[in-house]
């Protein structure tokens, strides 16, 4: 199993998470790529960072939307979002390539991420843009959607996720950040329930469902109260059951 998280997404004066700590607990780092979040020299210290510890790293790519952190949902053309996606994957492989390692996969945020899931124009808009890159970059898509066979009947190697640190609909989607349930901030409880996950195929909505859930990593937010708590409490868990940790795909 893979863990996850979402990183260097501080800017300038604004800090946000904690890369370093992160970075010694999961296996592989979502690096955002300026357009939702990050500055330039920030995403190379944190690729940096990835590179040493050998986590592997992925374009964190997003809608242009600094002020609402990528977020807000967006309806650009699909010329445009081809375009956008192809740049923050050029941006990261440039600081990836001075920082000695690679981008190996490619996770859609917030917003973006959701709105690929099922819709099916701004889906081939984002996978358009991981051809014209590099067909061998992995995408990452929220397990159990539409968007993971699209993707895979175009070529794509895919990597189905599910979220340690977010409630789940009964349809397995998740629930919006405006609601009651969206965010959980337990250690223990977040940790059995992805243990459970594994062992299981499936997790218990917000109404008590079991939901089936199949995923290959496992992504805790790096914006979220507590989330190095919730990363480090998961890991040992994991490890104690005695479950693998390792990168979906490799570091170098």
Not at 99 to 123: E, F
Not at 233 to 250: D, I, K, M, Y
Request: hydrophobic share 45%; charged share 20%.
């Amino acid at each position: 199993m893979d863990i996850n998280s979402d990183l260097g997404e501080s800017y300038g004066a604004w800090r946000m998470g904690d890369d370093a700590a992160m970075l010694d607990i999961v296996t592989s780092a979502n690096v955002a790529c300026g357009f939702h979040a990050g500055d330039p020299a920030g995403i190379l210290d944190t690729v940096r960072a990835a590179a040493q510890r050998g986590v592997a790293v992925g374009a964190h790519v997003a809608y242009p939307d600094l002020v609402g952190f990528g977020r807000r949902n967006m309806d650009p053309t699909s010329r445009e979002l081809t375009a956008d996606v192809i740049y923050q994957i050029g941006a990261l492989q440039g600081l990836a390539a001075a920082a000695g390692t690679q981008v190996r996969y490619v996770k859609p945020h917030g917003a973006l991420y959701n709105t690929i899931a099922r819709d099916a124009r701004q889906a081939d808009a984002v996978i358009d843009a991981l051809l014209a890159v590099d067909a061998t970059l992995v995408l990452v898509a929220l397990a159990g959607t539409p968007l993971m066979a699209r993707a895979r009947d175009r070529g794509l190697a895919v990597v189905a996720e599910a979220f340690a640190d977010r409630g789940y609909n009964d349809d397995g989607t998740l629930v919006s950040r405006r609601l009651p349930g969206a965010v959980l901030d337990d250690p223990e409880q977040i940790a059995e329930r992805m243990l459970a996950l594994i062992r299981t195929g499936s997790i218990t909505s917000v109404n008590g469902r079991a939901v089936p859930l199949r995923a290959d990593s496992i992504c805790v937010h790096g914006d979220s109260p507590g989330a190095v708590a919730i990363a480090r409490r998961l890991r040992a868990h994991l490890e104690q059951a005695g479950v693998t940790l390792r990168p979906f795909a490799p570091s170098a």
